[in-house]
């Protein structure tokens, strides 16, 4: 087994571990014990998931300083704490009062007006009849760190310094106002303290409540369909990700969505406030359309009114499972949990869809491994992925991270399907 297990690895021109080579007789004691779990797990119904398409990925958006204008981008990486693009960060930068508290359009609707760009270390941002204000990406660490309150929930920011105060005082014209920086070193908030639907793991730095916010274009088409002459634009209501190709408020029934390998999954729907009503192009707020129309027919039901109120629900709030990079043009696919068929093969019953085994015992690698083809198999503390889903052909495996950790070694034949690989007996042994 030690013997067979390195030549493998050879093959693949990766470093033959010490310990390969001291299998023995204790592989074989492992080998026994791994195939009395698989015979106990296939007595189990076992249940996986399908994938269904619903949708493609029309636009990304990042909103690095909360209620400016947002940043329109072609890929983004998927954290748990919003999306990420180079520098940018969603919603890491925040305006404040002297008291700290945040101000949003909601005050100060003029703030939509203010746009941003990015280019290498500086953060640039621009206004009319104001001369553009430089920002380092990395806020000094001799700034003052100020005690701000987001939604209720304290949270620490970074000053930007004087000049940033003064340009956005100026600009605004109204009260004196600074301007603060999220550090990764910071705290951030609890998203649960703010709305209980959320996980207890789930946080945000000066975003409401949810990391992502999820809105269709047939959603707002509808919406537009019941307005009168002025239409309104997605940037109406700030959304993180736009899907196309999908029917009105389908959004609202995704439980758990796939886009490339990020998994998404929805805690609630997103109510809408007077924000809604600020015009992005004038920053001017009518309190009226279109939170007048989306009241007259997007109100929640009567048993969800503790958790709405009067509000009405335009997107919906997603949170991260599984983290990855998303770009335009994705498809997105509906994750449904459907019972498992089994299918018998030369070497017994199928196993369960290994793509989705997690490893616990692997730090600073992708949180699931996944299976390089070629047989004898090695399952590898890497990440691969499809290049064309459904497809049966095993050269359709790529690579997408970079291999590391040797995991386990399979001496079986493997099945690719719609919904992932499946191997024809999981027995592996642990290193």
């Known amino acids: 087994m ?50 269904q398409q619903v949708g493609t990925v029309a636009q990304l958006w990042i909103y690095p300083v909360k209620s400016c204008k947002g940043v329109q981008v072609n890929a983004a990486e998927c954290t748990a704490m919003g999306l990420r693009s180079g520098h940018l960060r969603d919603r890491f930068w925040l305006v404040i009062n002297e008291e700290g508290n ?31 204000l430089l920002l380092p990406i990395k806020t000094p660490t001799a700034n003052a760190l100020r005690k701000c309150r987001v939604q209720g929930l304290d949270v620490q920011g970074r000053d930007c310094g004087e000049v940033a105060a003064q340009w956005i005082t100026n600009f605004l014209k109204t009260k004196p106002y600074r301007l603060v920086h999220f550090e990764p070193n910071m705290r951030p908030r609890n ?5 209980p639907l959320f996980r207890p793991k789930d946080q945000v730095a000066y975003s409401d409540a949810s990391p992502f916010m999820v809105l269709s274009e047939a959603s707002l088409g509808d919406l537009n369909s019941r307005l009168g002459e002025k239409k309104v634009k997605a940037s109406n209501f700030r959304p993180n990700i736009i899907i196309s190709g999908c029917d009105v408020f389908a959004e609202d029934t995704w439980n758990e969505v796939l886009i ?32 007048d129309t989306l009241k007259s027919y997007r109100l929640c039901d009567p048993s969800e009114e503790k958790l709405y109120g009067k509000s009405p629900l335009f997107g919906q709030y997603y949170v991260l499972e599984n983290p990855g990079t998303i770009k335009v043009g994705d498809p997105v696919y509906l994750l449904v949990l459907g ?34 083809s070629g047989n004898p198999l090695l399952l590898l503390g890497g990440r691969f992925l499809f290049e064309e889903r459904g497809s049966r052909d095993l050269q359709k495996l790529t690579v997408v991270a970079k291999l590391s950790i040797l995991t386990c070694v399979f001496y079986s034949p493997v099945l690719v399907e719609p919904n992932g690989i499946y191997v024809k007996s999981n027995f592996y042994l642990p290193f």
């Open 2 to 51: 030690g013997a067979a297990s390195s030549s493998v690895v050879a093959r693949l021109g990766l470093p033959v571990p010490r310990f390969l080579a001291q299998l023995g007789v204790a592989a074989l004691g492992l080998a026994a014990v791994a195939l009395g779990t698989v015979a106990w797990r296939h007595a189990r119904p076992r249940r996986r998931r399908r994938l």
């Open 102 to 132: 945040m101000v949003t359009a909601r005050q100060e609707p003029r703030l939509v007006l203010i746009s941003i760009t990015c280019d290498g270390d500086t953060l640039t941002l621009s206004a009319a009849n104001l001369k553009d």
């Open 191 to 195: 998203s649960q303290q703010v709305e």
């Open 260 to 291: 490339g390998d990020v998994e998404l999954k929805r805690v609630m729907a997103c109510s809408r406030c007077v924000l809604t009503t600020v015009d992005p192009d004038t920053g001017i707020m009518s309190r009226k359309e279109p939170l």
């Open 339 to 372: 019972k498992e068929k089994r299918k018998e093969g030369r070497m017994g019953p199928l196993a369960g869809q290994l793509a989705l085994q997690r490893n616990p015992h692997l730090e600073g690698v992708p949180r699931y491994p996944f299976l390089l």
